[in-house]
């Protein structure tokens, strides 16, 4: 099958690639770019453990194709610390144990991320709505309810001049 090009902001990074055109972007970022912290739980487009954000919005990957992101701004689990100062949502699953394996953790944390831009004091039961697309099998979600009430607080701290 002939392959397209595809130029896609990763992380603030512009990646340039010859894709084929069935190529999924779970496939092309774990495969292409080498980013494997979004995995692969299904194949029914159920679990969100793929889940990455595009332009904006949570998007899972294993039901999106690359060529799709042509122009597009991703951002993978790898893009959300900055200068090694981790994220609130990063550090909201930390400190509030929310995972044991961690194998839907990337997924929950993009997901996370976007949905407190999307909701900034949810309430727990919004919480839950909002992350029902990720599915895990370790922690029983209690403690991913936690995490995201802690991002939610952290980020609404007033930054530091
Ligand atoms: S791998 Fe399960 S929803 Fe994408
Ligand atoms: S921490 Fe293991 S699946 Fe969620």
Do not use: W
């Not at 690639?17 to 770019?33: C, G, N, Q, W």
């Not at 949570?58 to 994220?87: F, R």
């Amino acid at each position: 099958m002939s392959k397209k090009l595809v130029t896609v902001s990763v992380n603030g990074k512009k990646e340039e690639k010859a894709v084929e055109p069935r190529t999924l972007l779970i496939h092309f970022l774990r495969e292409e770019l080498n980013l494997t912290g979004a995995h692969i739980g299904c194949e029914t487009s159920h679990c969100g453990a793929c889940t990455v954000d595009i332009d904006g919005q949570s998007v899972k990957s294993c039901t999106h194709l690359a060529v799709q992101c042509d122009g597009s701004e991703v951002l993978t689990v790898e893009g959300l610390a900055n200068k090694g100062v981790l994220h609130a949502v990063q550090e909201g699953f930390y400190k509030e144990h929310g995972l044991q394996c961690g194998f839907c953790t990337p997924g929950m944390l993009m997901r996370a991320y976007r949905f407190l831009q999307e909701n900034p004091n949810p309430s727990e039961d919004e919480i839950r709505h909002g992350m029902a697309g990720n599915l895990c099998r370790c922690t029983g979600y209690q403690n991913i309810v936690k995490a995201i009430q802690y991002a939610a607080k952290k980020l609404q701290e007033p930054v530091a001049a």
